[in-house]
C-alpha cells in the first residue's frame, strides 16, 4: 500500500506511520502483520488476529519504506481472504 502522497500525508518526509487497520470479513480465522515494503522478510509477530466473517480493527505503529519503493507498507494475511482498510492518524519524520 502506497502510503506517502495519499490522503494528506505528505509525500516526502514521514518515516512511519500511526494507521488504524481493520480486517474486513475475511473468509478464514486469520492474522495480519503489516510491515516496510522494502524488508527482505515478514515479522515473525502479528498486528491483527481476526476470526472468520468479523471485522475488528486494531492500531498499529509501523515504520515504512525507505528504498523503492518509498513510503510503502505491505500487509500479510495468514490465511484465506480478507479485505484491508487501512487509515492512517498521523506520522512520524
Given at each position: ?28 480465522e486469520t492474522y495480519l502483520t503489516v510491515y516496510p515494503a ?27 519504506s525507505a528504498a523503492s519503493p518509498a513510503g510503502k507498507v ?10 484491508i482498510v487501512m487509515d492512517v492518524e498521523g506520522w512520524f519524520?
Amino acid at each position: 500500500m502506497q502510503v506517502t502522497g495519499v490522503g494528506g500525508v505528505p509525500s516526502s518526509g514521514p518515516v512511519a506511520v500511526i494507521a488504524n487497520v481493520i480486517a474486513v470479513s475475511g473468509s478464514s480465522e486469520t492474522y495480519l502483520t503489516v510491515y516496510p515494503a522494502d524488508s527482505s522478510t515478514t515479522p515473525n509477530a502479528s498486528d491483527l488476529n481476526a476470526n472468520a466473517g468479523e471485522n475488528i480493527p486494531n492500531l498499529v505503529i509501523v515504520k515504512l519504506s525507505a528504498a523503492s519503493p518509498a513510503g510503502k507498507v505491505d500487509v500479510y494475511n495468514s490465511l484465506g481472504t480478507i479485505n484491508i482498510v487501512m487509515d492512517v492518524e498521523g506520522w512520524f519524520q
